[in-house]
């Protein structure tokens, strides 16, 4: 009988992804402020390891909004109550985890945050082979980027203490059956520790 593989992390081969920490998403998160101050400490250790930073925002244009078409039921009602144009406060990062020079930031139009960036091609072009995941909603952008990132071999983590939702019971379906048979769910403690082991 085969043992279960132990995580590991190499610092210069991961990114921790911080998703949808925008000024109009983060309130919507339970203890959001509790949340924002564990992700915060997550970016700053993967940091200090010589890991990447990569952010990802949701945030249209004009052009983005008319180019939704009726069959999505998702996006159709924010096409049409022109929300979350990539001007406006409530789609920038929430400054107190604010990208830094050198560090990755996407913008995305659909809930994963692959699907309509180019994250991929960078992540590949610094040879990273690992994600840290964390976001709101869990049920959201984290649920979606964690299917497509293990499609696509990636080696995942998703910080149990990082993501949220505004449905908890849907959250705690997510990281207790879901997830980790597709990634490895630890916190952000666990985090600190394998970057401390690398």
Known sequence: ???PTQPTITPE????????????????APEADALVARVKGAIADVRAAGGTIGYVR???????????PETNKAFTA??????????DAATQIDERIAPEHGDIVVRKIRYGSASTTDLHQQLSDRGIDTLVLAGISTSG???STLMDAADRDYRVYV?????ADPDLKTHQV???????????VIDTTGLRGLLGSA
């Open 159 to 163: 910080l149990s203490d990082g993501v």
């Open 1 to 3: 009988m085969s043992t």
């Open 78 to 87: 924010v096409a049409a109550g022109k929300m979350l144009h990539h001007e």
């Open 174 to 184: 997510l990281v207790d059956n879901v997830f980790p048979s597709r990634a490895h």
């Open 141 to 143: 952008v984290v649920l």
């Open 58 to 68: 949701v945030a249209f244009t004009e052009t983005d909004w008319a180019a939704v």
């Open 13 to 28: 081969r991961t990114a921790l992804l911080a998703m949808d920490f925008q000024n109009g998403i983060v309130p919507l």
